[in-house]
Structure formats: C-alpha cells, structure tokens
C-alpha cells in the first residue's frame, strides 16, 4: 500500500510541475479571452489600425517600447507605469527617455475600449504584445502566434534597467552576452535586430561616429561616404534640437521588409550597432542571409518574436490586471 501511494505520488508530481520550472509560461493561450472578453480582437484590430493609419510612426513606436519592457524583467507592462513622488518608474530611466509617445498612446486607446467591453478583463502586458504584432503584419511584416493571459507588473524602478538593454554604442560582445543572458542566440538578436527596418533614430544616439570620429576621418569609414555626409546635414542642428533623427531604413523606411539588411554592406546602416552586425564574423552570415532572402528573415523574426512574446511574463497572484496601465492598482 505504501509503494502504491510512493507511485501515485511520484506519477502527479511529473503532471504538476510547478509553474517556474516550465519551460513554457503557464496558462498562457490564444483563446484566453474567448469568453470574457469575446471582442478583443476586433477591439485591438480597429484601434492599432486607426491609429497607424493617424500617426505613420505608431508601428516602429510600438515595437521598441515592447521591446524594452520584455527585455526589462519580462513582457509585464512595467514599461507603461508613470513615475510618483515615491517611486522613479523604468519610463523613466535614461535608455528609456527617447520611447515616442504613439507606443504609449495606443495601448491607452486599446485600453480605454478594452474597459468599455469587459472591464477588468484584459492586461496592458497583453494589449502591448497584440498592438506590436497587428502593427507588424499591417506594415507588410509576418504573421505570428501571441499566445495571451499575461498578468501585469507589480513593480517598476527605473535603477534596474541599466544593462538590461543593448544600447547602439555598446560593443557587439555586449549586445550578445545581454541577448544570451536572457537566452537568446545570435541568430535570434540578428533577426530581432530586423525591427530597424521601420522606424527612427535620434542623431544624438550616433552622433559620436558621425562626427570628429578620428584624426583622419570626420565619420566612421564604415558609412558610405556620401551617406555621411547626408546624414551630417540632416543632424547638423541636433544639439540645439535633440528630437532630430533620420530614418533607420533608408531605403523602404515605412515597409517591414529586408532591406535593412540589404542597406548594411552599401554602408547605409545609421548606428554602430548596425556596423558592427554586418563586420562581425558571428554576425555577418545572418545579415547575408536575410539581405538575399527576406522569407528566411521573416520566418527567424516571427519565431523570435513569438519567443520574446512570452519570455518571463507574470501569471496567476505574480501580476495583476491594471485598471490604468500607467499606474499599478493599489
């Protein structure tokens, strides 16, 4: 008798293991709204879709600010809390003061209608991770999976975040130790990187290699040299106006397709970052590979992303379901 409870015992905890130690993040799935809240789809379709349609920038917004709250802690919104008198929230961090404002203000507007149809419902994490998604398929990018039931952060300070994020000047060893510290692979960072090929970046963030770069060059040879010196005119004024920026894909800047990776060896690319994915050898064979097939960099950035969708997310009493997204509910 006792044997047969050993066994009994034994055989339930192989089917209840606990939620931390899955691999794949618990209650998470594709029809969690199903019954709660049957119209959120729609509801999330016809907000993205206005809203783009509004303000062009809203896709690449979205897809950064996204960005920067899974690879802080986990797809949980933190990114969305307002600082307090008591508390200095990650939106606030230094890497975090340049996310444009149309991120933010799409998963406001999908909130606020989510509210009206089933209050209490749905999560910012959630309404974060579909809005990038829609906007990606709508500017000609891939389809992919987002799986939903993310709770929202209990907690956002803005001193964890430095190191958790790649910044464009650090070295390529860093950006991949960031990367891999959160378990992704070098082919994985190179197609995630894809992202550039919508979007901005604000000239003080490659100001450095753009001018007075050494005693013989004014710019980083690794630009092409007429780009340079288009893109030395178009920053000319950024210390009096640090909002000026260039687009990161010059070439098809409202397109998700591959042509930031086409751009790389012609010397097109706008940061270090970019330079240095297409010169370092771990790096470079991923760039030629998507630069000459853009059906092999959407099906790597439609697994990446469905792999980033669900890193880390909170679940269960780990979260909650915020009333506003940029305030936590108590």
């Known amino acids: 008798m006792a044997l047969q409870l050993l066994l009994l015992l034994s055989v339930s905890l192989l089917f209840f293991t606990p939620a931390h130690s899955q691999r794949r993040p618990p209650f998470l799935s594709t029809s969690y709204y199903q019954k709660t809240c049957p119209r959120f789809e729609q509801i999330m379709q016809d907000t993205t879709t206005n809203k783009q349609i509004t303000s062009p920038t809203t896709a690449a917004a979205t897809l950064r600010l996204f960005f920067h709250d899974c690879f802080m802690g986990g797809c949980d919104a933190s990114v969305l809390i307002s600082s307090t008198p008591f508390n200095k929230a990650e939106r606030d961090a230094d890497i975090n003061l340049s996310l444009p404002g149309d991120g933010f203000d799409v998963v406001v507007r999908a909130k606020t209608a989510l509210e009206l149809a089933c209050p209490g419902v749905v999560s910012c994490a959630d309404i974060l991770a579909v809005a990038s998604r829609n906007l990606v398929l709508m500017l000609g990018g891939p389809y992919y999976t987002v799986k939903l039931g993310r709770k929202d952060s209990l907690i956002s300070k803005a001193s964890y975040v430095e190191g958790n994020l790649p910044r464009p000047t650090m070295p390529m060893n860093q950006i991949i130790q960031i990367f891999e510290s959160k378990g992704f692979s070098i082919q994985e960072m190179v197609a995630l990187s894809g992202a550039h090929t919508i979007g901005f970046s604000h000239c003080k963030e490659f100001n450095s290699i753009l001018y007075n770069y050494s005693r013989n060059a004014?710019?980083?040879?690794?630009?092409?040299?007429?780009?340079?010196?288009?893109?030395?005119?178009?920053?000319?004024?950024?210390?009096?106006?640090?909002?000026?920026?260039?687009?990161?894909?010059?070439?098809?800047?409202?397109?998700?397709?591959?042509?930031?990776?086409?751009?790389?060896?012609?010397?097109?690319?706008?940061?270090?970052?970019?330079?240095?994915?297409?010169?370092?050898?771990?790096t470079k064979g991923y760039v030629e590979l998507y630069a000459k097939n853009q059906n092999a960099f959407f099906v790597a950035f439609a697994r990446a992303m469905e792999k980033l969708s669900v890193y880390s997310v909170k679940t269960g009493r780990r979260g909650e379901i915020r009333r506003r997204c940029d305030a936590f509910n108590n």
């Open 218 to 282: 004014q710019s980083d040879p690794a630009y092409n040299p007429r780009f340079a010196q288009a893109l030395r005119d178009a920053c000319a004024d950024y210390q009096k106006n640090p909002t000026l920026s260039v687009f990161n894909d010059v070439m098809s800047p409202n397109k998700f397709d591959n042509m930031y990776y086409q751009s790389l060896p012609k010397g097109l690319g706008i940061l270090s970052s970019d330079h240095s994915l297409n010169s370092d050898p771990r």
